[in-house]
């Protein structure tokens, strides 16, 4: 196989066009490094790399971890020879238009034509952000979020200091929306976060019922669609979670990972408040670096101060190239991945030593192997990840809940279960080879141990 490499001869005319732009300079000689160490150097940087998982392959099925387009990569890396800083307009001026267009684009792309919105590092400190307006708006009250929610909500509550509670899921992993209304009838609750695409399942909550019991009990929704937002744009959702992505617009949250779905390098997060008045929660001042532009300086409206204005150029560009816009290019892709867990899935129920966790709502799918006890199969299912690891397709593994598996003799409280994320759209062409590979890892982990 070989790597992308066009772009990086790409990338050299992009330089040459950057300095074009600042000819009018009194010349300066750029200190070149010294040739022979610098390849070392690079060369062995090279081989210590080699030491990962092929996360850019299509035999890479097991965690969230997507390439980023090459345009995302060559503008990021032409960036750095600015090394903008998007935290005030001094640092990062053009930049920093950038990324408010990227972020009015996503904004649109959820229904908001007006909102309040940055980039952030990842999904933790957008989700913190949302969060710590929500202790702003009602302090001391309580957090909730589903059981198949991500930890960091547990986490940033505790670091913000407000109760957090977490409600039952459903069969299905969904939040269980009759567990939701009898925690919110003790009245301390400030704000429901609803996940759409859950890191383990990728299920996504019934938005549209939790958005009804707002307005019978008064708190604010998040929408934590940190993995599973891009798949708004998709053409092939169930209807349940068509249904909550269309109720998407009246949230009061939402936070969305580029760096996961939207084809970025990490770290690129993003957090998007509906009302922009919000932005009073965040004034400050600043002695050392807002006196350029009286314009509004993304610092303003962050709790971040440095931020890399190269990933805003890096999003800035990608959506020009791929536009996010349902029956685009890019919405095409993301209803490539579903097809591919779909079909997945499809393999995984009429296998016999299988056993499908749930129906996939995005492209994440969860399964066990058939065994007569938990703990036989989550033993199983160590060893069908381990044999094919050995045979160059790398899966994840994941502890659910026994309940949800009933046709295992409950010995324990969890089973630990395979789970591949087929979120790079290569995935459905690659699937006969990926699923030959798994049967082949069954047959060795089915084998005596000797």
């Known amino acids: 196989m070989e790597l992308e490499t066009l772009s990086i001869r790409l990338l050299r005319d992009a330089v040459s066009e950057l300095q074009h732009g600042f000819a009018r300079l009194p010349p300066l000689e750029a200190e070149a490094p010294d040739s022979a160490r610098f390849a070392s150097i690079l060369g062995e940087t090279a081989r210590r790399m080699q030491n990962n998982l092929p996360y850019f392959h299509p035999l890479y099925a097991g965690q969230m971890l997507k390439p980023p387009h090459p345009v995302a990569r060559a503008a990021y890396a032409m960036a750095t ?46 989700n913190l952000e949302a969060l710590w307006m929500a202790g702003q708006l009602y302090p001391g009250k309580a957090i909730l979020a589903s059981s198949q929610s991500h930890y960091t909500h547990e986490r940033i509550s505790a670091v913000l200091k407000l109760p957090f509670d977490k409600v039952a899921a459903d069969s299905s992993g969904r939040m269980d929306v ?67 992505y269309d109720a998407l617009p009246q949230v009061d949250s939402i936070v969305v990972d580029p760096h996961k779905h939207g084809l970025q390098p990490y770290g690129c997060g993003c957090i998007l408040f509906r009302d922009p008045s919000l932005g009073t929660h965040y004034r400050h001042d600043s002695p050392f670096t807002y006196f350029s532009s009286a314009e509004l300086h993304l610092g303003e409206i962050s709790l971040e101060c440095s931020r890399p204005g190269a990933s805003a150029v890096a999003l800035w560009a990608t959506q020009r190239l791929l536009p996010l816009v349902r029956g685009g290019e890019f919405a095409d892709s993301l209803s490539t991945c579903r097809r591919a867990a779909l079909a997945m899935a499809e393999h995984v129920r009429a296998n016999r030593k299988f056993i499908l966790t749930v129906q996939p709502e995005l492209d994440i799918v969860v399964w066990a192997v058939r065994a007569e006890s938990a703990s036989e199969a989550s033993s199983l299912a160590q060893r069908v990840f381990d044999e094919a690891a050995k045979n160059d397709l790398h899966l994840a593994l994941i502890r659910v809940p026994a309940e949800l598996l009933p046709e295992l003799t409950p010995d324990q409280p969890t089973v630990l279960c395979l789970r591949s994320v087929l979120m790079k759209p290569e995935h459905e062409a690659w699937l006969p080879e990926i699923l030959d590979r798994l049967s082949k890892a069954v047959e060795a982990a089915e084998k005596p141990l000797q």
Request: net charge negative; glycine share 14%.
């Open 81 to 126: 020879w600015i090394n903008p800083n998007n935290h005030a307009l001094d640092g990062g001026r053009a930049s920093s238009e950038m990324e408010k267009e990227a972020v009015a684009e996503i904004a649109a792309m959820f229904g908001w034509q007006t909102h309040l919105g940055h980039l952030t590092g990842g999904g933790t400190m957008a």
């Open 178 to 244: 009759t567990a939701l209304e009898s925690r919110l009838q003790r009245g301390d609750v400030g704000c429901v976060v609803a996940t759409l695409g859950t890191t383990g399942f990728g299920a996504v909550d019934p938005l549209p019922e939790i958005l009804r019991l707002r307005d019978q009990y008064g708190f604010r929704v998040h929408a934590d669609c940190a993995y599973g937002g891009y798949f708004t744009l998709a053409d092939n959702l169930n209807a349940p979670a068509r249904a909550a």
